[in-house]
Nanobody
Framework: QVQLVESGGGLVQAGGSLRLSCLQSGRAFTRYAMAWFRRAPGRGREFLAAINRDGSTTSDADSVRGRFIISRDNAKNTVYLQMDSLKPEDTAVYYC?????????????????WGQGTQVTVSS
């Protein structure tokens, strides 16, 4: 069983930055492509970014391209989401996800495993 635990959320002013972390345990981290999603109040789940097993390939959504960067440290079993130039509309619960295949995440916006989420609030 794979466990995912997000951290790094909080309250930040518009224009600020946050870095989210997601620690994976339970199975070999390098078996999984990893991704970040978010859910804003009253909205559906939104795909943000994904990264393949060795970190050589990433995919990100148009809505965050140029502001959010996904990365991973396989030695630390951790995936990160660096978020810059934050806007009030970025306020949401941010979720980490894992799946065997990057393609599954990118094409279907689904994943086998999910974290519990971390709240990010951006004030204007």
């Amino acid at each position: 069983q794979v466990q995912l635990v997000e951290s790094g959320g909080g309250l930040v002013q518009a224009g600020g930055s946050l870095r989210l972390s997601c620690l994976q345990s339970g199975r070999a981290f390098t078996r999984y492509a990893m991704a970040w999603f978010r859910r804003a109040p009253g909205r559906g789940r939104e795909f943000l970014a994904a990264i393949n097993r060795d970190g050589s390939t990433t995919s990100d959504a148009d809505s965050v391209r140029g502001r959010f960067i996904i990365s991973r440290d396989n030695a630390k079993n951790t995936v990160y989401l660096q978020m810059d130039s934050l806007k009030p509309e970025d306020t949401a619960v941010y979720y980490c996800a894992a799946d065997d295949q990057l393609r599954t995440i990118v094409m279907t916006h689904r994943a086998a495993y999910w974290g519990q989420g971390t709240q990010v609030t951006v004030s204007s």
